[in-house]
């Protein structure tokens, strides 16, 4: 009996020992990824090594070859994170029509949308350098991500909205630039115009004339 009991309480410490390890690597994982977004954002694919990033992420450089393999297969956990994060902020939220009335529910999405541009800038950052280059990131990119949501944008807009087949182009790019330049730029905005686009009330502000803008 005494031996069972101390083979359960060996056990049971085992188990525990097991489940912190197991939450270490989950917490050391995620923030590789989250100092991994700020870094591609900002200097770019090339710009950035995996050195950078485990210098930001407080670890070294061997834990994220241990996590993700390749600073590539890195950059894809960083998107993939990004994209989870916009994902329930617009597009999940137009396909579930939270709303009775469809054109308000369209706004209230865009209104979610800039407010996740405001709290992530680096978001914007990172599809515009991405989006400048004609390889296989960026067929990663819209393959994985960008082709299946801008379907479900392009039927709220054609079905619920009335714009036109030749109109979505430009309404999504509309909606992507006028919605997050604000915040990417914001040290400029602050000196141009005297105002933080930074502040609650300044968000608030922009997503209403934005949510209004594309949906009158």
């Known amino acids: 009996m005494v031996r069972d009991q101390s083979k359960l309480k060996n056990t049971k410490r085992e188990n525990a020992k097991g489940t912190t390890r197991s ?3 989950e917490e050391t994982s995620a923030r590789i990824v989250q100092a991994a977004r700020q870094s591609f954002a900002k200097r770019g694919f090339h710009g950035t090594s ?15 070859t241990y996590h993700f393999g390749t600073k590539d297969a890195l950059w894809r956990a960083a998107a993939d994170n990004l994209f989870e994060e916009i ?6 939220r137009l396909a579930l029509r939270q709303l009775a009335d469809e054109r308000e529910n369209a706004r209230e999405s865009i209104r979610e949308f800039v ?8 978001f914007f950052w990172l ?4 989006g400048k280059n004609a390889d296989e990131r960026l067929d990663w990119l819209i393959t ?9 944008l392009a039927d709220y807009m054609l079905n619920e909205l009335g714009y036109s087949q030749t109109d979505l182009p430009h309404v999504y790019y509309a909606l992507a630039g006028a919605a997050s330049l604000i915040f990417a730029v914001a040290p400029e905005c602050r000196q141009l115009t005297g105002v933080d686009p930074l502040k609650k009330e300044v968000i608030e502000r922009h997503a209403d004339f934005v949510a209004r803008l594309i949906v009158a």
Do not use: C, W
Not at 50 to 62: K, L, V, Y
Not at 115 to 122: I, L
Not at 127 to 130: L, S
Not at 144 to 152: E, I, M, S
């Open 23 to 25: 939450k270490k690597r």
């Open 50 to 64: 995996t050195r950078d990033i485990a210098t930001e992420a407080g670890t070294n450089q061997g834990l994220i």
């Open 87 to 92: 994902g329930g902020r617009l597009f999940d």
């Open 115 to 122: 407010r996740f541009s405001a709290e992530y800038p680096e």
């Open 127 to 130: 599809m515009v350098d991405e």
């Open 144 to 152: 994985t991500h960008l082709r299946p949501r801008f379907n479900v």
